[in-house]
Nanobody
Framework: EVELVESGGALVQAGGSLRLSCAAS??????????IGWFRQVPGKEREGVSC????????YYADSVKGRFTMSKDNAKNTMYLQMNSLKPEDTAVYYC?????????????????????WGQGTQVTVSS
């Protein structure tokens, strides 16, 4: 059974930085193929994709709104994915979720499609004050 646990959300001033963590269990970074995505959601709006990493080709994808500011990385020993968020803006305020799938064939059709992911974490709140 896959479990994803996010952490690292906080209140931060505009221009600041945060690093979110997504601790994964149920599959192993070093021996399994997987995709992990980061999403965010504001009340009343649809959940949107922020970034995703595919172990199939070691590729990382970013939404235009975060390119150049957010970076995904991972620690294989901890089986944990990170989202480094720099130059934060008030519009980055949201609940951030990590999600995973091991179905490359479905995922590649829509890398940021929420239906392409099978498992989700509980979310962590990021609030950026102006």
């Amino acid at each position: 059974e896959v479990e994803l646990v996010e952490s690292g959300g906080a209140l931060v001033q505009a221009g600041g930085s945060l690093r979110l963590s997504c601790a994964a269990s149920g599959f192993t970074f070093t021996s399994d193929d997987y995709v992990i995505g980061w999403f965010r959601q504001v009340p009343g709006k649809e959940r949107e994709g922020v970034s995703c990493f595919s172990s199939f080709d070691n590729s990382t994808y970013y939404a235009d709104s975060v390119k150049g500011r957010f970076t995904m990385s991972k620690d294989n020993a901890k089986n944990t994915m990170y989202l480094q968020m720099n130059s934060l803006k008030p519009e980055d305020t949201a609940v951030y979720y990590c999600a995973s799938t091991r179905d490359l064939g479905l995922w590649i059709l829509s890398p940021f499609g929420i239906r392409q992911y099978d498992d989700w974490g509980q979310g962590t709140q990021v609030t950026v004050s102006s």
